[in-house]
T-cell receptor, first 113, second 113 residues
Framework: EDQVTQSPEALRLQEGESSSLNCSYTVSGLRGLFWYRQDPGKGPEFLFTLYSAGEEKEKERLKATLTKKESFLHITAPKPEDSATYLC??????????????FGSGTQLTVLP | DSGVTQTPKHLITATGQRVTLRCSPRSGDLSVYWYQQSLDQGLQFLIHYYNGEERAKGNILERFSAQQFPDLHSELNLSSLELGDSALYFCASAPSGSTDTQYFGPGTRLTVL
């Protein structure tokens, strides 16, 4: 069974204070690892897909990296508008043609002005 | 805006009742996934349809059912509702082809009183 653990559960940063969110995963073969951003009461918004260890992707102040056991979402010089819950999900080879995602519980990020 | 639409946005009903949630995928997407998000369970996969056919079931109760119609929109039917069914229900659609990224709709908030 695929499993995803995210840490920390909550993170408060001052504007401009860089940090990283962690996503540890267990899958029987990784098809893909996904990062989403979710604002309260809204649907998850796609950020990145990573497919193999060593892969990195960037978008504005966010950078996602992947190893064989975990992924990091690095936030550089965050702004208050980056405040949201960040969700990590994996798609394992065991999900076959269904390709459902297994999500972590998320990290709630608050960036203070 | 992901291009996935869901109706209604909010639904308030009583225990024992039946409701139908509707999802229209992004133009061209053949796959529709349904997820449930509650405070204590996080995002949980319910069911996947591809081009009208059921492909996989996750943690979906027997009181719940879904279908995907020829125009590719999908409906999730919840019956004999219980207080514990109160949650956010999301659908996601995925492109045809090799990419596995799922794009989520805005969700339907169900409150069972």
């Amino acid at each position: 069974e695929d499993q995803v653990t995210q840490s920390p559960e909550a993170l408060r940063l001052q504007e401009g204070e860089s940090s990283s969110l962690n996503c540890s995963y267990t899958v029987s073969g990784l098809r893909g690892l996904f990062w989403y951003r979710q604002d309260p009461g809204k649907g998850p918004e796609f950020l990145f897909t990573l497919y193999s260890a060593g892969e990195e992707k960037e978008k504005e102040r966010l950078k996602a990296t992947l190893t064989k056991k975990e992924s990091f979402l690095h936030i550089t010089a965050p702004k208050p508008e980056d405040s949201a819950t960040y969700l990590c999900a994996v798609q394992g080879l065991g999900s076959g043609s269904a390709r459902q995602l297994t999500f972590g519980s998320g990290t709630q990020l608050t960036v203070l002005p | 805006d992901s291009g996935v639409t869901q109706t209604p946005k909010h639904l308030i009903t009583a225990t024992g009742q039946r409701v139908t949630l509707r999802c229209s995928p992004r133009s061209g997407d053949l796959s529709v996934y349904w997820y449930q998000q509650s405070l204590d369970q996080g995002l949980q996969f319910l069911i996947h349809y591809y081009n009208g056919e059921e492909r996989a079931k996750g943690n979906i109760l027997e009181r719940f059912s879904a279908q995907q119609f020829p125009d590719l929109h999908s409906e999730l039917n919840l019956s004999s509702l219980e207080l514990g069914d109160s949650a956010l229900y999301f659908c996601a659609s995925a492109p045809s082809g090799s990419t596995d990224t799922q794009y989520f709709g805005p969700g339907t908030r169900l409150t069972v009183l």
